[in-house]
Every structure is written in structure tokens, then in C-alpha cells.
């Protein structure tokens, strides 16, 4: 089981960058074994997948909308996963919330919502036009 603190998000300018963190609190197991993925969720819409990294980090995948935009990384010995967002745009104001699958060291389960048990309590970010 891994719990997942999320921080820095807030409110930019569209084109502004902003980086997310996530760190975990992991029992019984290595934090490399974990899949991480960060999702997000505006209002009166469903979890959209964002992107994710596999436990070595050697593995990545980005919905297609952020790919060129988007960054996400760990550090396996601070245990910590972010996600670095420039060029941001209005659209990509969410909710943005922290997930991890463990068993996943050097692949990725699927990008739904579904494939990911543990969760963090979300950080807001809002871009303004």
C-alpha cells in the first residue's frame, strides 16, 4: 500500500509553467515497484488520464493533448513523482491527482482510472485565459 501527498499546484497564466509533486509513504514493499500516473478531473467531467511512469522510470505514456507540453518524472530514492506542465492552457484546469498500481516496475497497467488503486487527495490547478 502507498499513500500520496500531492502539492504545488495553483493558479497561473495561460502559456505559464507549473510543476506538480507527489510523495509517497510506502509499506511493505519498494517504492520501484509502483507505476506511478498523475490524472485529473474538472468539474462535471470524468478522471482523465494525464500521464504516467513505470517503477524504474524507463517507461512513460502521455494523453495525447499533453505529450508535447507535459514532463513526468520520479526519484525512486526521495520517492517523489512530478509532473512538470508548460504552456499551459485554460483547458488543462483540473483537479490533478496522484495514483500508483504496484507490481509495475518496468510497465504501465492501462490509462483508465481503473488500473490504479492507490490515490492522493488532489491538488487544483487552474489556468486563466
Known amino acids: 500500500q502507498v499513500q500520496l501527498v500531492e502539492s504545488g499546484g495553483g493558479a497561473v497564466q495561460a502559456g505559464d509553467s507549473l510543476r506538480l509533486s507527489c510523495a509517497a509513504k510506502?509499506?511493505?514493499?519498494?517504492?520501484?515497484?509502483?507505476?506511478l500516473a498523475w490524472f485529473r478531473q474538472a468539474p462535471g467531467k470524468e478522471r482523465e488520464f494525464v500521464a504516467a511512469?513505470?517503477?524504474?522510470?524507463?517507461?512513460?505514456s502521455y494523453e495525447d493533448s499533453v505529450k508535447d507540453r507535459f514532463t513526468i518524472s520520479r526519484d525512486n530514492a526521495k520517492k517523489t513523482v512530478d509532473l512538470q506542465m508548460s504552456s499551459l492552457k485554460p483547458e488543462d484546469t483540473a483537479v490533478y491527482l496522484c495514483?500508483?498500481?504496484?507490481?509495475?516496475?518496468?510497465?504501465?497497467?492501462?490509462?483508465?482510472?481503473?488500473?490504479?488503486?492507490?490515490w492522493g487527495q488532489g491538488n487544483q490547478v487552474t489556468v486563466s485565459s
Open positions: 495514483a500508483a498500481r504496484g507490481s509495475y516496475h518496468y510497465t504501465l497497467p492501462g490509462n483508465g482510472a481503473g488500473a490504479y488503486i492507490d
Open positions: 511512469i513505470s517503477g524504474s522510470g524507463g517507461t512513460t
Open positions: 510506502v509499506s511493505g514493499r519498494a517504492f520501484s515497484d509502483f507505476a
